[in-house]
């Protein structure tokens, strides 16, 4: 009868940590006991798993730097690499978060893997792409032009800026404020201008898009592209 409570004392203390997983019980048998009442049922846990979990980015244009945060349940470090070449690891505090700052060129795929003490995986790979850390590149929809100008409908979402280069240099900047959001070239800013337009979206702290091209095209011309 005494081994029956303090099994009962034990399964209720898991139980309060919220710590266990329960996967299978066994419970006493009534006629081998004197008192029903010490009746108890033995459960067995299992850890919940390691994981890297709940992670944001944010880009710093000035510095050329992104700053990683998450969670790493069950792990002492995270192994960070970019295009597959391995970065510092960075500490998980007690609370099992994390933080670290990359500078870094280009628009490859970042991963994040938990370690324990010894330094061995104890988590799958997270992957932070590049839709997850910049703007995405702007696509052409539409373009037409008429004596008055050129507009262009682009794919670009709310809260980005739009901006226009010609021959590398900044000609136009467009904050968009709704979907699908239409820009406009006058006749007089088109003089003289051949070619194509290089178009980068940026966004708050989001790494600038790669680049399109957007085709100047002639009078009296429209262009439709279908994705």
Do not use: W
Request: overall charge positive; hydrophobic content about 35%; aromatic content about 8%.
């Amino acid at each position: 009868m005494k081994r029956n409570k303090i099994l009962a004392s034990v399964s209720t203390a898991a139980l309060a940590l919220g710590m266990l997983t329960v996967i299978g019980e066994k419970q006493v048998n009534a006629a081998d006991n004197d008192n029903p009442a010490d009746i108890v049922t033995v459960v067995n846990y299992t850890p919940a798993k390691s994981a890297v979990t709940a992670v944001k980015t944010s880009y710093n244009a000035k510095t050329k730097s992104l700053t990683i945060t998450g969670k790493a349940k069950g792990a002492s470090k995270v192994a960070v690499s970019y295009n597959a070449k391995a970065l510092k690891p960075v500490k998980v505090t007690k609370k099992g978060q994390f933080k670290t700052t990359v500078k870094f060129t280009g628009y490859k795929n970042f991963s994040l893997t938990g370690l324990n003490a010894k330094g061995k995986a104890v988590t799958k790979a997270y992957v932070l792409t590049k839709d997850n850390y910049a703007a995405a590149k702007p696509t052409l929809l539409k373009a037409d032009r008429t004596k008055k100008g050129l507009t262009f409908t682009t794919d670009a979402k709310k809260k980005t800026t739009l901006k226009f280069y010609y021959k590398n240099k900044l000609v136009k900047k467009s904050k968009v404020t709704k979907d699908k959001q239409k820009v406009f070239f006058s006749a007089k800013s088109l003089k003289g201008k051949k070619g194509n337009f290089k178009v980068v979206a940026s966004a708050a702290g989001k790494k600038s898009s790669q680049a399109s091209q957007f085709k100047i095209i002639g009078v009296g011309q429209a262009t439709v592209i279908n994705y």
